[in-house]
């Protein structure tokens, strides 16, 4: 990761004048160097791998490989690089997909400049950036990402209608162990009662698979 010097940024849009128009915004911002372009998610990784850039910036509709799959295989190759997803869609269940898939940032195109400029500064620092037309949605999608596997299983089993001595039986637990973990998942989610944390896991698509894609 590059500590001083711009940003380097590659950008990964299937339509040419998307990427143009970014370069062009990006042209004025201070900190951010435009190094790389791809058009699919096959080629982006290969430019990835050659150019170790910061910052890598995705669209998810894209030919072949959608924009999830792409951020998961960039940062199977290149782990320090962070994913800013840019997509013409504010929808909370695509910015969890995002988020699990291991994006640090999520901007929509009809974003200002700033938004985007303030993207890459912010994920190549460590930290997530989410537009703030999402901004609600990402924090609750956030303390969805703290539960512990054991808790989103157990949400999970709630969600299909297993009470608790259904659920202690089926992960070989007692009912004391199965109510202190559905405890420590509505601390976590900062909801009152357990019927709130399933419903805030159901709403964001979260239960299923352990909590993965």
Do not use: W
């Amino acid at each position: 990761m590059n500590g001083t010097g711009p940003k380097r940024v590659v950008l990964c849009d299937d339509h040419e004048i998307i990427r143009e128009a970014v370069k062009a915004r990006m042209a004025a911002a201070p900190g951010v160097e435009i190094v790389g372009e791809a058009a699919t998610a096959e080629d982006v990784v290969g430019v990835v791998k050659d150019l170790h850039p910061d910052v890598c910036i995705v669209d998810v509709e894209l030919p072949g490989k959608d924009g999830i799959e792409a951020t998961k295989e960039i940062l199977a190759a290149q782990p320090e690089t962070r994913v800013v997803i840019f997509t013409a869609h504010a929808q909370p269940d695509l910015l969890s997909l995002a988020l699990r898939a291991g994006a640090s940032g999520y901007v929509l195109k009809s974003a200002p400049s700033e938004d985007i400029a303030r993207a890459i500064e912010v994920v190549a620092g460590g930290s997530t950036f989410v537009g703030a037309e999402l901004g609600q949605g990402a924090g609750e999608i956030e303390k969805l990402l703290e539960l512990t596997p054991r808790e989103r299983e157990i949400l999970e089993l709630l969600a299909e209608g297993l009470r608790v001595k259904q659920i202690a039986d089926r992960l070989s637990l007692s009912p004391a162990t199965v109510h202190t973990h559905v405890r420590n998942a509505i601390a976590r989610m900062e909801v009152d009662t357990r019927t709130e944390a399933v419903a805030l896991a159901v709403r964001f698509s979260y239960l299923g698979a352990g909590g993965k894609v």
